[in-house]
């Protein structure tokens, strides 16, 4: 199997206000994203509630993430962590003016 191209997480940059999600690698048990976007956040009262594990990475840009139970986090470009499986959690926030992209890397719960 030959190699991908090669490619950069930061670029290209969004445009508009629309948030992109771009699978870049998925193998049994394991898919890996990467989300770009400019000023999301999650709708009141909505929570992700999802089967799998996943680390994040916050490549570029600002986001507050709130973890249900927790008081709200401030991620700044190096920052990453771990959600396991059904650990409820939202977006409150991401910068409005620069384009926030994330590296996700989704697991099959064990």
């Known amino acids: 199997m030959p190699a991908s ?5 930061t670029e290209p940059r969004p445009t508009t206000s629309d948030e ?4 870049l690698l998925e193998r049994p048990g394991v898919r890996i994203e990467r989300i770009v976007g400019i000023g ?9 509630d999802q ?9 570029a840009g600002g986001a507050r993430l709130q973890i249900e139970g ?18 409820r959690h939202r977006i409150e926030w991401t ?5 926030t992209v994330w590296l996700a890397i989704h697991l099959r719960a064990t």
């Open 70 to 87: 927790e008081t709200t986090r401030t991620l700044s470009p190096g920052d990453h962590l771990f959600l396991p499986a059904h650990c």
């Open 20 to 23: 992109t999600i771009e699978q």
């Open 95 to 99: 910068d409005p003016v620069t384009a």
């Open 5 to 9: 191209e090669t490619r950069n997480l």
């Open 51 to 59: 089967a799998d594990d996943e680390w994040v990475l916050l490549v």
């Open 40 to 48: 999301q956040s999650s709708p009141p009262d909505f929570w992700y």
